[in-house]
């Protein structure tokens, strides 16, 4: 079965950090950019951060800019985003999300479920 | 950062009406634009990309246009499991950005 189970979302105080995960299973991942896209409640989709399939080029969205970072081990089939400085408005659900092919970016094809991040005291 | 513009932002139709949504960039993207379809508790799908490619198993009835700044997703009659919302992304410049969404609800 093709899927992205994202993991290590929760309540986390203002400030804090938190550690998100994304294992691939049934699918391409080495070969494919990662991204992690996130939806407030109610909200739409925001795109955060991107990574291409070796790890050469990473970008950011200015709003974590300085306070996440993206990072992937392909031997893992891992996808990962370290979030430090937590502030109320990163409050969402986190997908991890693959790139349809192995052009950097590309539209996003396979979404996992999400993990939620809750930043409140 | 390219702004995308979606109209309307609530589409009310009837199933076997047509459907057209519209999502307008604040500069060119030349044809990097994606659709995708949400509905209420699930991810998204992927419907279309680059402007005009339907992605696998996404149904005829589902079609996209434009380039430049002007696009249009158009779904030719409506089924009942069509009733969702719509975003529009471009992946033409940095950020990557999404529309805001239209919501496409029965009639």
């Known amino acids: 079965e093709v899927q992205l189970v994202e993991s290590g979302g929760g309540l986390v105080k203002p400030g804090g950090s938190l550690r998100l995960s994304c294992v691939a299973s049934?699918?391409?991942?080495?070969?494919?950019?990662m991204n992690w896209v996130r939806q407030a409640p109610g909200k739409g989709l925001e795109w955060v951060s991107s990574?291409?399939?070796?790890?050469?080029?990473?970008r950011y969205a200015d709003s974590v800019k300085g306070r996440f970072i993206i990072s992937r081990d392909n031997a893992k089939n891992s996808l990962y985003l370290q979030m430090n400085s937590l502030r109320a408005e990163d409050t969402a659900v986190y997908s991890c999300?693959?790139?349809?092919?192995?052009?950097?970016?590309?539209?996003?094809?396979?979404w996992g479920q999400g993990t939620m991040v809750t930043v409140s005291s | 950062e390219i702004v995308l513009t979606q109209s309307p932002a609530t589409l009310s139709l009837s199933p076997g009406e047509r459907a057209t949504l519209s999502c307008r960039a604040s500069?060119?993207?030349?044809?990097?634009l994606a659709w995708y379809q949400q509905k209420p508790g699930q991810t998204p799908r992927l419907l279309i990309h680059?402007?005009?490619n339907r992605a696998t198993g996404i149904p005829a009835r589902f079609s996209g246009s434009g380039s430049g700044t002007d696009f249009t997703l158009t779904i030719s009659s409506l089924e009942p499991e069509d009733f969702a919302v719509y975003y529009c992304?471009?992946?033409?410049?940095?950020?990557?950005?999404f529309g805001g969404g239209t919501k496409v609800e029965i009639k």
């Open positions: 999300v693959r790139d349809l092919t192995s052009s950097w970016p590309d539209a996003f094809d396979i």
């Open positions: 049934g699918l391409t991942f080495s070969s494919n950019g």
């Open positions: 680059d402007a005009s």
């Open positions: 500069q060119s993207v030349s044809r990097y």
């Open positions: 992304q471009q992946r033409s410049n940095w950020p990557l950005t």
């Open positions: 990574i291409s399939s070796g790890s050469s080029y990473i």
